[in-house]
């Protein structure tokens, strides 16, 4: 399950990074603070995963 959710952390982060920039380019920056918000996201739940992986051992 770990792994799964590492999955969905990484293609978070990966939808984030795409729609900053589609938001830089079209100069919406409320579509770019969303990206950086799905950012934060991926990287709150992969820091999670990692938490959990670090107490398990």
Do not use: C, I, P, Y
């Amino acid at each position: 399950m770990s792994g799964e959710q590492k999955s969905k952390a990484h293609v978070e982060q990966a939808k984030g990074k795409a729609k900053e920039a589609v938001g830089r380019a079209a100069g919406n920056e409320r579509m770019a603070a969303e990206g950086r918000a799905d950012q934060q996201r991926g990287d709150a739940r992969l820091a999670k995963e990692k938490t959990k992986d670090a107490f398990r051992r």
